[in-house]
């Protein structure tokens, strides 16, 4: 796989239309795109997913949060919690050519699935975030920079990270920094993602 680009954009349906959302991040460059609704229907996320692919750039990576179902008839990658189908599950259905992650939560969760047959690994929350409900303990940039010393596979640091904590939490080893909040609360979304890839590069 060519390597993640530094941000992990995410549209999160809780913030507007992912559509919506979407075509502010892809204005702005963000070029790996996660559509996360947690509250819709499958069908109505995957008829999102299906106008986001319509408006995405060439060179754009879909991932759909939770739902492997709706990444097969989308034709996009998955991202996988720790109670959604387990790694393995997802790629007998995807097959090796979409991108599989898998969230994680611990150093414990994180050397497990530096096993699995997952194209990186996310950890976090690193910072508090009221984004995501019921979120694990706060993992911190001490963790988040011993997981990234022990495994193999790209991390993906999440959770509160702001564009101020982003140099800090790029220099632990992450391949790439999740981000819903701090992106999709800006007044102007996309002059936003730009900032981020000023900082990022
Ligand atoms: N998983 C761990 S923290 C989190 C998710 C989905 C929320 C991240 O959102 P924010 O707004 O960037 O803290
Ligand atoms: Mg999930």
Redesign the pocket.
């Known amino acids: 796989m060519k390597p993640l680009p530094r941000l992990y954009a ?1 549209a ?1 349906a809780s913030f507007g239309d992912p559509v919506r959302l979407a075509e502010h991040l892809f204005g702005g460059g963000a070029r790996l795109l996660q559509v ?1 609704n947690k509250k819709g229907s499958a069908r109505e996320l995957l008829q999102q997913v299906e106008r986001i692919l319509s408006v995405a750039p060439a060179d754009a990576e879909l991932i759909v ?1 939770d739902r492997v179902d709706v990444a097969l008839i989308a034709g996009t990658g998955v991202h996988l ?1 720790q109670t959604d189908l387990p790694p393995h599950a997802a790629r007998r259905i995807l097959g090796f050519d979409r991108i599989v992650g898998f ?1 994680t ?1 611990s150093v414990e969760q994180a050397l497990r699935a530096n096993e699995l047959p997952l194209d990186y690994i ?1 950890v ?9 409900e019921n ?2 303990p706060v993992l911190g940039l001490e963790a988040l920079g011993a997981i990234c010393k022990v495994v193999r596979k790209p991390v993906v640091a ?5 564009l101020e904590s982003a140099v800090q939490v790029l220099q632990t080893g992450v391949s790439s920094i ?8 800006a007044p102007d979304i996309a002059s936003r993602v730009r900032r981020w890839f000023e900082v990022l590069t």
């Open positions: 995410i999160d996360r949060n919690g969230s939560h996310a976090g929350p690193i910072f508090p975030t009221g984004t995501k979120p694990d999440i959770g509160g990270i702001k999740a981000v819903i909040r701090d992106l999709l609360d």
